[in-house]
């Protein structure tokens, strides 16, 4: 039990403070911004899944299920719903934050941001088919599914699992600044809402993918085009 304990505590300190710290540092590095695009996608890639392999390890040594952190098949016609609503709902918001920043209502993305969005035809590939995929199942895997679990049994509320789980999520965007962490957090809630209704984190696993692929490949350019003119 102890180890299982101090397990658990490492791994929530990680992703509540060291991922956020982290994120904070790498958007303070300004040589980052001389590095060639790929690059960049490949080093947040090889980290995400350095996350998750580690997320199996605390998985494992807790002795927790695959079942206990949303890896389990429902009702598909569920799953369908729940992926049309949180993509629906997360798209409609990014598009209008495209509109509200081509009138300079919203704050301009910041330059951290900028540096990720796909230019190239290479890039954009990359946006969809290794960062998208990366994305969804690492960071659901973790944020939804095994923090969110050990979140909720610690505040014995899946709800205030969820809380937690959504800020946590949030502060790991912190390379976004103020207005990426809120929008990242608010998409954590929106995210987690599937999790606890229907106890599965695969509805939340496809529309995360089918979120970033737009966001990256058609909403993200836009809105640094919007945000800078």
């Not at 790498?26 to 392999?53: G, M």
């Not at 502060?171 to 987690?192: D, F, P, T, V």
């Amino acid at each position: 039990m102890l180890i299982r304990n101090l397990v658990e505590a490492g791994f929530v300190i990680a992703l509540m403070a060291v991922v956020p710290v982290l994120s904070y540092r790498t958007s303070r590095q300004s040589e980052i911004f001389a590095l060639p695009r790929i690059k960049l996608y490949i080093s947040a890639v090889v980290s995400q899944w350095i996350l998750a392999a580690l997320g199996i390890v605390v998985l494992l040594v807790t002795s927790m299920s695959f079942g206990d952190v949303g890896l389990r098949l429902v009702s598909l016609p569920e799953v369908f719903l729940w992926i049309g609503v949180l993509t629906g709902v997360s798209l409609a918001a990014l598009g209008l934050v495209v509109f509200l920043e081509g009138r300079g209502w919203w704050p301009p993305e910041p330059k951290m941001v900028c540096a990720l969005i796909p230019q190239t035809r290479t890039e954009k590939y990359w946006a969809v088919l290794v960062i998208a995929p990366t994305a969804a199942l690492c960071e659901e895997f973790l944020y939804r599914g095994l923090l969110l679990a050990v979140l909720s049994q610690w505040s014995r509320s899946p709800g205030w699992g969820a809380v937690l789980s959504s800020a946590a999520f949030g502060m790991a965007h912190m390379y976004q600044g103020s207005i990426g962490i809120a929008r990242a957090a608010l998409l954590g809630g929106l995210l987690a809402i599937p999790v606890l209704r229907l106890g599965t984190i695969l509805p939340s696993m496809a529309s995360h993918f089918l979120i970033d692929a737009v966001a990256l490949v058609w909403l993200g350019p836009k809105m640094i085009e919007e945000s800078h003119q």
